[in-house]
């Protein structure tokens, strides 16, 4: 019995765990202080996933959850016209987001805003409101003469003050 329990401790010390990389543990430390949590949605089913994306990740921490939707409102009109048929939109949008987030048990906080450039937008609320991360669910079909990010997708990449992942679905390959 003792010689099997020193031949098991030497063989452990023998084979210690592998290290990961810096930036892999830097990745997992953060999945695990995420309090709060960024979802823009569009009302879409792939926005959709990306709120429940978001609340798996945010699960053990028990995270705060922000569901946006950006009205962007052309330059050629004021930011405060009426767009009812819009408003609607996002007001169903933000409800059937909410359910996402309630079936988790989860806090969440709904924002209806305006702006001229969506992904500008985002990355401000994200600044403001602190958040640790930005979920962001894109389509799944892509055109050959698309880029893979849409204009929206790009600037939020560009301008988050927080790590941003992006959710596709498997789509068709072309």
């Known amino acids: 019995m003792f010689s099997s329990s020193m031949g098991f401790l030497l063989w452990w010390m023998l ?3 592998r290290q990961v990389g ?6 997992r430390h953060s999945l695990f202080a995420v309090k709060k949590i960024l979802v823009p949605t569009s009302g879409f089913p792939y ?15 028990s995270a705060e959850i922000f569901l946006t939707y950006i009205m962007e409102v052309p330059r050629t009109m004021p930011l405060g016209v009426p767009l009812p048929d819009l408003e609607q939109k996002a007001k169903e949008s933000l409800d059937r987001a909410e359910s996402i987030v309630v079936l988790h048990g989860l806090k969440t906080e709904k924002m209806i805003h305006r702006a001229r450039i ?15 991360m930005i979920v962001l669910g894109i389509r799944s079909h892509i055109g050959l003469t698309e880029n893979l990010l849409g204009h929206t997708s790009d600037v939020i ?17 072309v």
Do not use: T
Not at 22 to 27: G, I, L, Y
């Open 15 to 17: 084979h210690p765990p």
């Open 47 to 61: 926005s959709e996933r990306g709120v429940e994306l978001a609340c798996r990740l945010g699960q053990k921490q």
């Open 118 to 132: 969506a992904g500008e937008e985002i990355a401000r609320i994200a600044r403001e409101k602190d958040v640790d």
């Open 157 to 173: 990449l560009r301008l988050s003050p927080c790590e941003v992942i992006i959710d596709k679905l498997p789509g068709e390959v």
């Open 22 to 27: 810096e930036a892999a543990a830097k990745a």
